[in-house]
C-alpha cells in the first residue's frame, strides 16, 4: 500500500470547515483512498472513500487532486463533536489479502 | 444490527495473570481484525481472519498472544502470561468483503490494564 503523510494536528472553529489533507505522492492507479476517524476511546469509524472522482457522503467530502497523489477531506459545519483522530489510508480495495495500516492521522481540535 | 461487540470493555489484572479478550463481529461479515493501540506505537494490526481462518499473525507480539475463531460468530485473544507492557486498548475490527466500500467496522475496544 502506498504511504500516507498527514499533519499531526490541526484545528478549527466550530461552524467552519475544516480541511484536512493528505499526500500519497506513491499512490498507484487501482489503489483507493480511504478516511476513518477516531472519537477519543472509540473505535475507529469510516468517513468515506474515493478513486479518482471527488466523493460526498453525510459525514463529509473528499477531494482528490488530479494527479491523485493527495487529498482533502472536507467536514463542512465542524462541531465539537467532529474532534477526533483523522487517519488517511491508501489501499487497494474489494478484499483479498489486504492489511491496513492506520499511520498516526490528524489530530483534529474543534473549538467553540 | 449491535455492531462489533467487546468484551469485557475493562480488564486490570496483575503481572503473570491469564488474560482473555472476546469479540463478536457483525453477522455475515467473514473478515475479523484484532488490533492494539497503545500511545508510543498508535494503532497496530496483530492477526486476522477470514472466513475463520487466521491468516495474518506477523503482528502478534510474542507467543505470549495467542489468538482463535472457532465459528463465524466468535473469536478471542488470550496473552499468557500478561505483562504490564501489554496494557493498551484492544479492538476487534469485523468487514464483509462483498461490501463495495470493503469497510472495516470497530468495536468500541477493551481497555486493558496489566499491573
Known amino acids: 500500500d502506498a504511504k500516507t503523510t498527514q499533519p499531526p494536528s490541526m484545528d478549527c472553529a466550530e461552524g467552519r470547515a475544516a480541511n484536512l489533507p493528505c499526500n500519497h505522492s506513491?499512490?498507484?492507479?487501482?489503489?483507493?483512498v480511504y478516511w476513518y476517524r477516531q472519537i477519543h476511546s472509540q473505535g475507529p469509524q469510516y468517513i468515506i472513500h474515493?478513486?479518482?472522482n471527488n466523493e460526498t457522503n453525510e459525514m463529509a467530502s473528499l477531494i482528490i487532486t488530479e494527479d491523485r497523489k493527495s487529498s482533502t477531506l472536507i467536514l463542512p459545519h465542524a462541531t465539537l463533536r467532529d474532534t477526533a483522530v483523522y487517519y488517511c489510508?491508501?489501499?487497494?480495495?474489494?478484499?483479498?489479502?489486504?492489511?491496513?495500516?492506520f499511520g498516526r492521522g490528524t489530530s483534529l481540535i474543534v473549538h467553540p | 444490527d449491535a455492531g462489533v461487540i467487546q468484551s469485557p470493555r475493562h480488564e486490570v489484572t496483575e503481572m503473570g495473570q491469564e488474560v482473555t479478550l472476546r469479540c463478536k463481529p457483525i453477522?455475515?461479515?467473514?473478515?475479523l481484525f484484532w488490533y492494539r493501540q497503545t500511545m508510543m506505537r498508535g494503532l497496530e494490526l496483530l492477526i486476522y481472519?477470514?472466513?475463520?481462518?487466521?491468516?495474518?499473525d506477523s503482528g502478534m507480539p510474542e507467543d505470549r498472544f495467542s489468538a482463535k475463531m472457532p465459528n463465524a460468530s466468535f473469536s478471542t485473544l488470550k496473552i499468557q502470561p500478561s505483562e504490564p507492557r501489554d496494557s493498551a486498548v484492544y479492538f476487534c475490527?469485523?468487514?464483509?468483503?462483498?461490501?463495495?466500500?470493503?469497510?472495516?467496522?470497530f468495536g468500541p475496544g477493551t481497555r486493558l490494564t496489566v499491573l
Open positions: 489510508i491508501v489501499r487497494f480495495s474489494s478484499g483479498g489479502s489486504y492489511i491496513p495500516t
Open positions: 506513491t499512490i498507484s492507479g487501482n489503489e483507493y
Open positions: 453477522s455475515g461479515h467473514d473478515y
Open positions: 474515493g478513486l479518482k
Open positions: 475490527a469485523s468487514r464483509f468483503s462483498g461490501e463495495i466500500s470493503d469497510t472495516q467496522y
Open positions: 481472519f477470514n472466513n475463520n481462518v487466521p491468516i495474518d
